[in-house]
């Protein structure tokens, strides 16, 4: 599964994307934010507030009961500023 | 229709003729250009820096434009989008629309830019004399898009 960041959480992560393997857990967009929190006081942090978050599976936005597969790519972040 | 994401500048005046070239039935070019302020938060901008989601950009832009399509007459939609570095009076963004009749090209118009400000993936970033921020969503741009009936897109 490949995961990717973007503006703040992209800075605060350090990192643009990454490689993981999906975990028997994750089934969904829901589970996945569940599993991401647990990685670590870094990915704790700047997940914290799940109203701040956007999610795009495979480029299009998901709700939290969204499927998540291996095969995905997945995109998380902040509400948009464009325009 | 036709959607651009891209780092150079455009010329506003060869796009919005470019919209009525070869359509005769075209009787309104509705057109609106987003720049640059010279001020945020009371402080000087020194620059603006613009990022995207390569892939789902070009995929939003595209369902916004055919939802505007879905719901007024339209002969044709121009978007393009700027990313990158920005300095103030610089232009961002141009949506264009091209109808038969005003009243659809107005309204198409101002749907399309209140839809791409909380749909299309760009994060601007605010660079000033005190450093640099990420812009934060704004709820005067929700509401702007949800008087057009936007769906909600919060994972939470």
């Known amino acids: 599964m490949k995961l990717l960041y973007f503006a703040w959480l992209r800075t605060k992560l350090g990192l643009a994307e990454e490689e993981v393997t999906l975990p028997e857990t994750v089934h969904d967009v829901a589970d996945l934010m569940t599993w991401m929190r647990d990685r670590g006081p870094l990915y704790a942090a700047a997940l914290a507030n799940p109203a701040v978050i956007r999610v795009a599976v495979n480029q299009i936005y998901a709700r939290p009961h969204h499927p998540v597969t291996a095969s995905d790519e997945i995109a998380l972040f902040p509400p948009v500023s464009g325009g | 229709m036709s959607v651009r994401v891209q780092r150079e500048d455009f010329d506003v005046g060869r796009e919005l003729e470019s919209l009525s070239r070869g359509r005769p039935g075209v009787g309104a070019v509705v057109s609106f250009v987003g720049l640059v ?89 605010e660079e000033t004399t005190a450093g640099s ?15 057009w009936g936007a769906p909600e897109i919060t994972c939470g």
């Open chain 2, 37 to 125: 302020r010279d001020m945020v938060s009371e402080r000087p901008l020194l620059a603006l820096e613009l990022e995207h989601y390569p892939g789902m950009t070009e995929r939003e832009l595209a369902a916004i434009d055919a939802e505007a399509r879905r719901r007024w007459p339209l002969e044709t939609v121009l978007v393009i989008h700027r990313y990158g570095r920005l300095t103030p009076g610089d232009r961002i963004v141009l949506v264009a629309v091209a109808s038969a009749h005003r009243n659809a090209a107005f309204e198409a118009c101002q749907f399309l830019i209140d839809w791409l400000k909380t749909r299309a993936p760009f994060w601007k970033s």
């Open chain 2, 133 to 147: 921020h990420w812009v934060e969503a704004k709820a005067a741009d929700d509401a702007a898009a949800a008087r």
